[in-house]
């Protein structure tokens, strides 16, 4: 009795290990913590009848009077947003029409730049005058709008695939639903923040190291605390709420050093949309795109082809068979919760990227991974991915009949619809009934 | 550091509105996880419902204080169907994933810009409360208690009712968990095939349980919003629902008095934490900075984290709970 | 012992009709992927008979029991019990409810009730398992009395009865199987389905099981047991019937079924109780096959009889 709890100790103090190395990273990326000292902000609203209704996810863009990148932000809930500039001296603030919602747009004869000085400790504030208005003709008609979402929703798909893998895995090989896999999206991007910005790396060698961090954590959290607890006999539900438990801890140590504003990385945080066809995509969008791609195929490639995919595989299938055909069923455990969490945290840095990094960037993303995975099969890899693509195609296409604050409100509605009608997913088997 | 002042803060927490909406929220979701073995998740959206319900009835439609409560307890029962038809015949993961899903579409759908007028978007429902104080026994602006406990008239008020209601639904639910209606819930909890096998209708029974754990929930909602006189979208979001787990299993699941155990120690324990936190920050034990403005709120989260995964890796049985029964369950 | 027993001057043959059947099965299908896991054409079981269904690991007699309770849906078919057409959609609580129970391989003792709570559980029509009505003590407590004394005397007839405030996760294997079946007792059933009910019950509890299943015959209740131990089929059973392969290959009073030469082929010639070969598993298990397949390709040195039991 006494060695299970002396491994109990060891399993907990490699819990709280790991999660303060989350807040130590994550603290040191949020040192800046205070609001900058100097920089521009400004609040987006529409007027209406009953008064200011704020604008959300329009992007501002942050430049020096030669065109050199400074910053970016999105206004956020209340329309608000903030971009901090390096010192004082002459910028550049441009809106991004692209990003205005339907039927909001600028005053004629406003093209949306605002060229400004800023004083020492200055943070300014800057007027974007927007209501009715032409914004959404800028980008043509209807279905230049829905070819756009759809290829934005595409990606997103692919992000989602990319972390629902690693859930679906996990939960394939030891029936564990992860509800910490949230949170090693958010640690991923803060890992990487951290790097990039607070110490400095390029954003590239920062993702990657970011990334290979967030592989070791997950060994990690098998070997020092899953592990123990299986040999114990420790139930799943049990488990369950044990990942809960630290994913709550993770979560808030990241608020509590991080702190709750939305940031991008150093590079490539503005970049003009190419055209291609009749949409517009900046070119970190078409990377995301394509480094999801590869990383599915060569992921699925893994699953088919290799030894350690196999045996993957197996265990998913029948662990007691695997085992008993010499397959290490712990060596592979690990590996999965390895590799599932290295493309957590991949999936983190390229949302980051596209979008930006905050708090709760992992729980949000982690109820649209659960449904992509349910709509496309609970236990089938495939099916995570052909289900993540759809919801998330759906939650931007959504947008064209629904309120943007509401989008990720359809996938979870579509979410319970689906097991209405097939709970099984699209690609799962069916479930005995009874 | 203010021992005298720290103890009595906790003593105070332990006792509060806060605790008794806690406790009240846990007895359902003793019904739900205790006695059928239902993984609820969200709570906190039945609070929210039936919170909501009552708000807009009267702010809305000028309902009656009485029918707005009806209908505040009927929307949980509604919530509780429309969770419970498609995936109560599912396995119990299905379950947990889809009550958390719908109790954050709940607080954001609420909470939009787009449905504002009906429910007050980010600001909630102001002004709906008056006609609950009706009956208060107490002056408003005089203090009530015994010893260190003193507070004013509208809050003893609620504390009163909230804590009446709280043992109420305790003895509900004993005396239903003791009859075999209870007896067949827990045979679902322990194995629903075999359950099945002798004729019990498993999928009503468990959906049952769900209605009736949900509709405890949404008293605590309602009890949580007439005490603080307004219905906040923010108030009803996943820490809440963790909470109530933490409180629970504190308690020890499917124990009679475990929901209002497990929640009166679980307040005091936070209330302790923060006071002792704000305690070695005062005597500059610890730097100010730990716990400066949003700060202190993260701290107390992270440890209903790290206490909710080590109560379950340690001590899931919790208070009540019988380790020895505990390992008995065929997992 | 059996007497003279209307089965007597029954041909041995699968499908054959019976003088008075309980439990008609025709055209009943199950398939898993393309694999086709039952496939009985026709089968009557005799009423008040004890019947033992045997046959080769995986030869889907306990996919059949699942199908005919209800814990899975055939793919077609159609059953009759007591006369009365069922639909092949109903679910496990309304097939016990109509009489048939059945008893599971791993037992479902309800571990954290008592033995005592597991027996009440058994019969229908309890009063007090209704919602409102259970929150009205006086309306249930007479009946609940009288259920806890009909599960006391069935308890001590099972030798159970000093248990009976224990909770059931502490009974011993065989225990469990005991209160398996006094716990099916107590639904009243009229055809009692047994999977399996001497697995890993030692000897003298394996007597004692016994005498209780010819109780229940003599207590004019039909019995359906899948069984592996030939000495037990032999001994208690009247009538026998042989599955593989998901069909009916044969049927037979028990003491000619060791010498009907179909049942011999479908042991292969070997003894009743030894591992079966490579190639019987790889034709009823397609997606084991699959696997062994796999695996093999990894680990050249892994014994396939190993895969095949650890499989099943």
């Known amino acids: 009795m006494a060695t299970i709890f002396a491994g109990m100790w060891r399993a907990v103090a490699a819990a709280v290990a790991v999660v303060l190395l989350v807040g130590l990273f994550a603290g040191v990326a949020g040192a800046q913590e205070e609001p900058p000292e100097t920089g521009v902000q400004g609040r987006l609203q529409q007027r209406t009848e009953d008064g200011n209704a704020p604008i959300v996810g329009v992007r501002i863009v942050v430049t020096t009077a030669d065109g050199a990148a400074v910053g970016e932000a999105v206004s956020d809930t209340e329309g608000v947003w903030l971009v901090a500039v390096p010192g004082p001296g002459e910028y550049v603030v441009t809106i991004d029409q692209a990003t205005l919602p339907e039927g909001v747009g600028l005053p004629e004869g406003d093209d949306g730049v605002r060229t400004l000085t800023i004083n020492p400790r200055q943070v300014r504030g800057v007027l974007f005058p927007l209501g009715e208005g032409a914004g959404a003709s800028e980008r043509g008609s209807q279905v230049r709008l829905a070819l756009q979402l759809f290829v934005e929703g595409v990606k997103l798909g692919l992000l989602i695939a990319m972390m629902a893998i690693g859930l679906s895995l996990i939960f394939g090989t030891t029936g564990l639903v992860n509800f910490a896999h949230g949170e090693m999206v958010t640690f991923g991007a803060v890992v990487a923040f951290w790097f990039n910005v607070s110490l400095g790396w390029h954003f590239i060698p920062a993702a990657l190291i970011a990334i290979a961090i967030a592989a070791a954590v997950g060994g990690l959290l098998d070997l020092g605390v899953f592990r123990p607890l299986r040999r114990r006999g420790v139930g799943l539900i049990a488990q369950l709420v044990i990942t809960i438990g630290l994913s709550l801890l993770a979560r808030y140590v990241i608020l509590y050093v991080f702190r709750g504003d939305p940031r991008s990385y150093a590079q490539y945080a503005i970049q003009n949309g190419i055209p291609i066809g009749p949409i517009l995509l900046p070119a970190k969008d ?60 991949l999936g983190g840095v390229l949302w980051g990227l596209g979008e930006s990094v905050s708090w709760l960037m992992g729980f949000r993303l982690l109820l649209l991974i659960f449904a992509g995975v349910i709509l496309g099969g609970l236990g089938t890899a495939y099916g995570a991915l052909v289900g993540s693509i759809v919801v998330g195609v759906f939650i931007q296409m959504s947008t064209l009949v629904i309120p943007t604050e509401l989008k990720n409100v359809g996938a979870l509605a579509m979410l319970v619809i689906i097991l209405v009608v097939r709970p099984q997913g699209i690609l799962g088997r069916a479930e005995r009934i009874g | 550091m203010d021992w005298e002042a720290i103890i009595r803060n906790a003593v105070i927490a332990g006792l509060s509105r806060e605790a008794v909406v806690f406790a009240i929220a846990a007895v359902g979701l003793n019904v739900h996880f205790g006695y059928t073995g239902l993984l609820n998740f969200g709570q906190v959206g039945f609070m929210a419902i039936s919170a909501y319900g009552v708000g807009i009835s009267i702010t809305q439609y000028n309902a009656p204080p009485w029918l707005a409560f009806i209908i505040g307890l009927l929307a949980a029962v509604l919530l509780a169907l429309l969770l419970g038809v498609p995936t109560l015949r599912l396995r119990a993961d299905y379950l947990a994933i889809v009550t958390i899903a719908a109790s954050e579409i709940i607080r954001l759908v609420f909470r939009s810009v787009a ?217 | 012992m059996t007497t003279t027993s209307p089965l007597a ?213 039909t019995v359906i047991f899948v069984e592996h131990d030939m000495d037990v089929v032999q001994t208690i059973s009247d009538w026998v019937v042989v599955m593989a392969e998901g069909e009916i290959i044969a049927e037979a009073p028990p003491a000619e079924i060791g010498t009907n030469p179909r049942v011999i082929d479908a042991y292969l010639g070997a003894r009743h109780d030894t591992p079966l070969s490579l190639e019987e598993e790889e034709e009823v298990l397609e997606l084991v096959e699959q696997e062994v397949e796999r695996l093999a390709e990894e680990q050249p040195d892994a014994t396939p009889d190993q895969d095949e039991e650890e499989a099943l």
């Open chain 1, 286 to 345: 078409l990377w995301s795109i394509g480094i999801s791609v590869l990383m599915l195929l060569a992921v699925g490639l893994t699953l088919q082809k290799t030894k350690v995919g196999k045996a993957m595989r197996a265990v998913s299938d029948n662990r007691d068979l695997a085992e008993s055909s010499g397959i290490d069923v712990q060596r592979v455990i690990l590996v999965v919760w390895a590799v599932g969490s290295g493309l957590a945290g």
């Open chain 3, 9 to 221: 001057g029954i041909e041995a043959s699968p499908g054959i009709a019976k003088p008075d059947p309980i439990l008609v099965v025709d055209d009943m299908v199950k398939r898993f992927g393309g694999l086709k896991a039952v496939d009985v054409g026709h089968l009557e079981i005799q009423r008040g008979a004890i019947t033992a269904l045997i046959g080769p690991n995986g030869a889907g007699k306990t996919t059949f029991f699942n199908l005919l309770t209800g814990f899975d849906r055939p793919d077609s078919g159609s059953v009759v019990f007591d006369g009365r057409p069922l639909g092949t959609r109903l679910s496990p609580n309304r097939l016990a409810r109509e009489g048939m129970v059945r008893t599971f391989q791993l037992t479902k003792s309800l571990t954290r009730l008592s033995v005592l709570e597991n027996m009440k559980l058994g019969p229908s029509g309890q009063r007090g398992e209704g919602f409102l009505s259970a929150m009205v003590r006086p309306l249930w407590i007479d009946q609940e009395r009288a259920i806890e004394r009909r599960a006391e005397g069935v308890l001590a007839r099972f030798r159970l009865d000093q248990m009976r405030d224990e909770f059931a996760g502490t009974l011993s294997g065989g225990q469990r199987k005991l209160l398996e079946m006094a716990r099916a007792l107590m639904t009243d059933p009229r055809l009692v389905m047994l999977d399996e009910p001497t697995a890993g019950v030692n000897p003298a509890l394996t007597q004692s099981l016994l005498e209780h299943v010819i109780a229940l015959r003599d207590e004019g209740m």
């Open chain 2, 115 to 331: 449905l504002r007028n009906w429910s007050g978007g980010s600001n909630g429902i102001n002004g709906f409360a008056d006609g609950f104080y009706v009956w208060n026994p107490f002056e408003p602006t005089e203090q009530y208690g015994f010893g260190w406990f003193k507070v004013f008239g509208n809050q003893a008020y609620i504390i009163l009712v909230g804590w009446t209601l709280a043992i109420l639904v305790t003895v509900l639910v004993w005396l239903l968990m003791r009859s075999p209606w209870g007896r067949v819930l827990k045979s679902i909890r322990e194995d629903e095939d075999a359950a099945r096998a002798l004729g019990k209708n498993a999928y009503w029974y468990k959906m049952q349980s769900l209605i009736l754990g949900g509709v405890i929930g949404g008293l605590a909602g309602i009890v949580l919003s007439v005490g603080q006189s307004t219905v906040q979208p923010d108030s009803y979001s996943p820490p809440v629902t963790f909470f109530i787990w933490t409180a629970l299993i504190l308690g020890g699941v499917g124990r009679v008095w475990s929901p209002i155990v497990g929640a009166i120690i679980f307040w005091t324990l936070l209330s302790l934490s923060d006071n002792i936190l704000d305690g070695l920050v005062d005597t500059g034990i610890i730097p100010a900075a730990v716990t400066a403005g949003t700060r202190g709120g993260s701290v107390r989260f992270m440890i209903v984290g790290l206490g909710l995964a080590l109560l379950m890796i340690f001590r899931p049985q919790g208070i009540f709970g019988d380790r020895n029964e505990m390992m008995l369950e065929d997992r």
